[in-house]
């Protein structure tokens, strides 16, 4: 079993950045495939990125199209938090942004946070 809390939302205007953290506890992030998520207002949940890692390969990630060239996630083992790193925010990103945790022999996402805001002005 995971938890997982997420912290770094705010309120910021179009091109600034922010920084989201999800730490975990209960089990190492480096056991699974770590996710970040977000869901708009009338929207449905979005796919933001993913990252797993290995002692192999390191840190492999994949990210949608939408924020690809803006968003980076990152981990901290040691500290067992993943972090998403949002650079030119754009009104659009307006979103409660999830983190969540699955096997990595698996697809889908097994433990969720319960999400931090992110809102974006133009």
């Known amino acids: 079993q995971v938890q997982l809390v997420e912290s770094g939302g705010g309120l910021v205007q179009a091109g600034d950045s922010l920084r989201l953290a999800c730490a975990a506890s209960?089990?190492?992030?480096?056991?699974?495939?770590m996710g970040w998520f977000r869901q708009a207002p009338g929207k449905e949940r979005e796919f933001v990125g993913t990252?797993?890692?290995?002692?192999?390969?390191?840190?492999?990630?994949n990210y949608a199209d939408s924020v690809k060239a803006r968003f980076t996630i990152s981990r901290d083992n040691a500290k067992n938090t993943v972090y998403l790193q949002m650079n030119r925010l754009k009104p659009e990103d307006t979103a409660l942004y999830y983190c969540?945790?699955?096997?990595?022999?698996?697809?889908?996402?097994?433990?969720w946070g319960q999400g931090t805001q992110v809102t974006v002005s133009s």
């Open positions: 969540a945790a699955g096997q990595k022999s698996g697809e889908k996402y097994d433990y």
């Open positions: 990252s797993s890692w290995s002692y192999f390969t390191g840190n492999v990630q």
């Open positions: 209960g089990r190492p992030i480096s056991s699974y495939r």
